[in-house]
């Protein structure tokens, strides 16, 4: 299973970004997916997850202004980021929880490649 991250950029403060993250491979089902993000000396931290049936989990940072979706079909997750501040920037992941039917136990939780969001103020 492959995960891989488009989207990030340079953007001044107030701007929006979209992100998209495509899983590939051997994949039954996907259950949580999720967006990560670590800035420079810091570690990575959650920014916001959504279940396989939709229900979704922000950071507190970023209630308000980022909203994460997906698309089952095209096993693809979104995070559209507005009104970002300088304190956005940081290299984003993305994170699968994915049924492979493959081998015991027949899961794995994946990672992709990360894309750097930069916000200018």
């Known amino acids: 299973v492959q995960l891989q991250a488009f989207g990030g950029g340079l953007v001044q403060a107030g701007g929006s970004l979209r992100l998209s993250c495509a899983a590939s491979?051997?994949?039954?089902?996907?259950?949580?997916m999720n967006w990560y993000r670590q800035a420079p000396g810091k570690q990575r931290g959650l920014v916001a997850a959504i279940t396989e049936g939709g229900n979704t989990y922000y950071a507190d940072s970023v209630k308000g202004r980022f909203t994460i979706s997906r698309d089952n079909a095209k096993n693809t997750v979104y995070l559209q980021m507005n009104s970002l501040k300088p304190e956005d920037t940081a290299v984003y992941y993305c994170?699968?929880?994915?049924?492979?039917?493959?081998?015991?136990?027949?899961?794995?939780?994946?990672w992709g490649q990360g894309t750097l969001v930069t916000v200018s103020s």
């Open positions: 994170n699968a929880d994915v049924s492979t039917g493959i081998g015991y136990p027949g899961r794995g939780n994946y």
């Open positions: 491979g051997s994949i039954l089902s996907i259950r949580a």
